[in-house]
């Protein structure tokens, strides 16, 4: 019979590197993304890696995506007349903020996010695992709430995401004119922080360093 110690190391050994198809460099899955092709010959984005068929893999990184496009780079490694979307750069972008502020509105429901400038300043002095701020909002409000987290943490560092405007965040927290929120230590929060954390980097240009010490909630690895 299997040990219980083989059965755990199977569960929490790192997945393989994936190569991507336009840079030729490795890494973990949880920092590239997955495609495949759909039933009318079409490249779809497999974000959560779980579709069926053979997959190719690129670097999760807008330009990356772009480039692969101008290439005509999957039609070469599906070995096949695939439809790939002008606007796929784009769409994947979509997707990434949708999941984003699924998981915040999971978090919500979770009670791990607290909304409204007062409480969430009330909220830092209890204790926060990071911040939201809307991306149209006060420039001044935003510094004071930063400057109390800091306050608060000194050199512990808590993530502050500015990646939505306040309707996004007022539709996925169920409020109106949201321009900040506080989250709460959970898994809920940490899978939202590891969904923006997906999001930067695929808007950040490939030369643009990835943070190697940031832990990928979801996908179980550094990344």
Same mark, same amino acid.
């Given at each position: 019979?299997?040990?219980?110690?083989?059965?755990?190391?199977?569960?929490?050994?790192?997945?393989?590197?994936?190569?991507?198809?336009?840079?030729?460099?490795?890494?973990?899955?949880?920092?590239?993304?997955?495609?495949?092709?759909?039933? *009318?010959?079409?490249?779809?984005?497999?974000?959560? +890696?779980?579709?069926?068929?053979?997959?190719?893999?690129?670097?999760?990184?807008?330009?990356?995506?772009?480039?692969?496009?101008?290439?005509?780079?999957?039609?070469? *490694?599906?070995?096949?007349?695939?439809?790939?979307?002008?606007?796929?750069?784009?769409?994947?972008?979509?997707?990434?903020?949708?999941?984003?502020?699924?998981?915040?509105?999971?978090?919500?429901?979770?009670?791990?996010?607290?909304?409204?400038?007062?409480?969430?300043?009330?909220?830092?002095?209890?204790?926060?695992?990071?911040? #939201? +701020?809307?991306?149209?909002?006060?420039?001044?409000?935003?510094?004071?709430?930063?400057? *109390?987290?800091?306050?608060?943490?000194?050199?512990?560092?808590?993530?502050?995401?500015?990646?939505?405007?306040?309707?996004?965040?007022?539709?996925?927290?169920?409020?109106?004119?949201?321009? +900040?929120?506080?989250?709460?230590?959970?898994?809920?929060?940490?899978?939202?922080?590891? +969904?923006?954390?997906?999001?930067?980097?695929?808007?950040?240009?490939?030369?643009?360093?990835?943070?190697?010490?940031? #832990?990928?909630?979801?996908?179980?690895?550094?990344?």
């Amino acid at each position: 019979m299997p040990s219980k110690e083989g059965a755990l190391a199977r569960r929490t050994k790192p997945e393989s590197e994936r190569t991507c198809i336009v840079t030729k460099t490795k890494a973990a899955p949880c920092a590239m993304i997955r495609f495949v092709v759909g039933p *009318a010959d079409e490249v779809v984005a497999d974000l959560r +890696h779980k579709l069926p068929g053979r997959g190719l893999w690129l670097t999760a990184r807008a330009d990356v995506v772009a480039e692969a496009v101008r290439r005509n780079a999957f039609a070469r *490694a599906f070995k096949a007349q695939v439809k790939v979307s002008a606007t796929l750069p784009e769409e994947i972008e979509a997707l990434l903020v949708e999941n984003c502020l699924q998981a915040l509105s999971m978090a919500k429901k979770a009670g791990q996010v607290i909304a409204g400038s007062f409480k969430v300043e009330a909220a830092i002095k209890a204790g926060v695992t990071g911040l #939201v +701020h809307a991306s149209d909002g006060s420039a001044d409000g935003s510094r004071k709430l930063s400057q *109390a987290l800091r306050r608060k943490f000194g050199g512990q560092t808590r993530p502050e995401i500015n990646l939505f405007t306040s309707p996004q965040l007022s539709l996925a927290l169920g409020g109106t004119n949201v321009i +900040h929120a506080a989250l709460t230590e959970g898994a809920a929060s940490e899978a939202f922080f590891s +969904h923006c954390r997906k999001l930067e980097r695929y808007r950040s240009p490939l030369s643009a360093p990835c943070d190697a010490g940031a #832990v990928d909630a979801t996908a179980g690895a550094i990344c």
